[in-house]
């Protein structure tokens, strides 16, 4: 790592190196870089912390953060242009005694990882089991992600789009319980010329009816005083442009919706240009599946003709939100202010604590908030 | 209407609203119209009445109508060009007795309402309880949607598409069990300058196995002597332009199939233009996974190169159609006839009734045409 | 195949059916063509046989084949080019006491066919039993596929794609036992223009969390030795453009995946041109959601920009892919050769047998690498 930030010291560069002077920083060997990227133009560290249990449901919760103080779930959204090149440290900051709770198969391997969709990595960064590319407790290791452009000569698509990171090992060879416990993320790559958003939002739906692990009141847990935006706080005013990132992960498929609003079902959720052919040819939706792994991204104008006010954003299907998959995105009026009337909704926001529902959706369990039979929502 | 009429006339501005002597009519606010809608291009009456339950299952049958005797599941299908107001004034005509039956929660408000996807409304339009905009029974209330034309100014992607409307108030916050009662219809927003159909249908994809809440025998009663289309019959004759507009609605995955035809995966489900780019990249598809929420558009000539016959119309998952989730669009000669041997279809079409299936699609239930063993079908 | 060269070119007219001597061959009525098709322009013979048992489950297996030896599952992959029609004639050796044991209901017809997505046939070659179009133990039967082109005048949106053929008759209306015992194949349709693959897959992704009806250990067989590219083993070397047709089938919902790989969601997974506002406008992904009848393409090229190795393969669906839903493209280097360390991927592959666990969705069963809890993986 020393050598790496002389390098680029000298050569008059960009020396982004953070170093961590207190772990072994497991570097990609010679080469390990996918084609296209020289050298990293940005690094990041990136830590995998234990955060405190579930306060409904006690689960385990872990998060990623760019430092370990900030650490969250979903973890921090990253951001990338085509063309860029990410070095990311992950520090795992997990205790093997923690890990070790989280699997059930006492030969699989403890540690954590970074496993990205979309963008360009080679096996030394893929964060799985086989190919060694994971961090064990108390240890480091660098990520290279490549965020390569369109080349229309070899028929590569490019990486713009809207992804996420996450765990590819805690638990098992696929990562279920580093997912579970809320070792995941957003990454947007923009293309050149991408308009940039005035709030970007994630929106993990995952399973136990749950929005970035949360359900019902804890999905939507704004001050309506003072908004805070956050994890489960949407909040825009009137004619801002939000960008969602909605990501699928789980074992359950959901429908994203939200109330109001709709987009264009592009790479971005909106349509450039005036080509007539072109423009007539794209669906415009107000809901879209997602099964596990699925990611994409929709971008609306707060409010756009509409108005402000609540507006709710739930998974369509239907004991989901009557189990408490929904939450709100509350629009502002131009004066960043609720108009009355709208505090009103808060009496009848479902509030059922997240270990009341089933997990698994072919049997849908009791709960929900209109609902003391447990079959009466969805018979 | 004629009142309304020359109200408007007498008045010179936009109290369109149609009024009714019977009940209280809540009017939305003033300035209570989303932006661009001045005044309502046009107004229509809609009940929701009770209809008779379920032949096979008993269960509460409930219906939208332009009139009390021709509400129907699924409600009219309504069609609006990109551009137009409309204001639709809602009368519940369901008895508070039955809307009790109908949740679980004494403390749930009773009423029904119209939520609409795709096209615009403001809070007061929103068709849910935290809004306050539903209707007590014997009440009324004018909701107002407005097809916002696209503009490339403001990024607005326009609300032409394949959409749907339904009650998000039976039962509970998120209207399922008005859902699940029949209180759910199409909505079609055209572009200028959109081909209009010969027939347009509508297939609402829904839980129990169902189409239009019926299925085996129910999900295609067509009289072959002489058939009548409606939301169990679905006929065509050659050449003509057939519209779907597909549903998905309840708590089950579907997947949308026809036999014989096909359809570009475009806003209508035609291409339009020459344009070799983009014709080349858009699929051409017969099979579409839709989740509750999800609406699309299929627009097919009847008997393309195919020619006519009986060409079955299904869900594709497995244990979905074999449990008699499953109709046909009977497509005629040229005549208006069917050839000789299309009746014979009629000893194989699934009988199974809407009862003997499960509710819950994880753990498929007894019953299916060819199947003794509940789980036959699909292991 | 020869006899049937000559017969065409002494008659000189349509009558171009192959002969098989040892059974009869019931042929389409006359006109019993898709329309634009005046005569086959190529014949094929396909064999449904039975094959040895599942060696992991015991389940009945059944494969089609251009000739009896060669029927596996998934069967022959087929590919036509618009405005190609293809007589095939389906010779079913399966024995009828085989098929009694594939139905529960004594009265449902004993046969198998061909059923095609996506091109056009008549009636005569739907592949169902309300239409006749099945083939009794013992017997043959012609069907005809038609590729036909797009035509903007009609617009009708042609029928290149990617596209699957299956039985719709074993065991009940849907054929649901016959696409659980492996009658089922991929098939590729082009477009006049389209660059042809180095390598073409196909990935079933279907019940009991398989992939061509394999699970684990089975759904990669590699010799990694001496790999032979098959059903169960999909190898590549790097910069080869690889094709996989991805087919859903049963009665579940699937998203497929691939590590360090991505593509664009147009019709072959490729952008054509350089329209910036058409490029700009589609999205590209790594991960898409498929229920059970929908098929899509997916071209790559082989470890682009992200080098040779074990690039996984699986159902994002956490549970899926714990249980063994997982399979490898592993990429090759220039020379054909895996590069060092590659191998130590074999330790980790999930080896759970396809009967170890659940085939409802809803209530994941036991099993997978790192559980002996049935529930830790996804709870």
Known sequence: MVLAVLLVTF????????LNNNTVVTEAQDGARPEGCVAPDRELQMYAVELPRDPVTNQIRLGYGLTPETASYPGPTMEMIEGECLAITLHNQVSAETLSQLRTNPTHPLGVSLHVHGVKYTQDSDGTVHSGSFVAPGQSRTYTWYAKPRSSRTGSPGTAGYWWYHDHVVGGTHGTQGLNSGLFGGLVVRRQGDVRP??????????????NLRRGAAADNCDLENPVPGPACFVAKIGERVEFIVIGMGDDMHTWHVHGHSWADTRTGVVVGDNKALVDSIPVIDNKTLGPGDSFGVTITAGDSVGPGHWMLHCHMQFHSDLGMATTLHVLDENGQMPPGGHQHREVVNRTPLNNGGSTDGAPAAGGDQSTDPHAGHR
Do not use: H, L, M
Not at 198 to 211: C, E, P
């Open 11 to 18: 050569a008059g560069a960009g020396t982004a190196f953070a």
């Open 198 to 211: 005035d709030r970007t939002y994630v929106t993990a739906f995952g399973d136990r009816q749950s929005i």
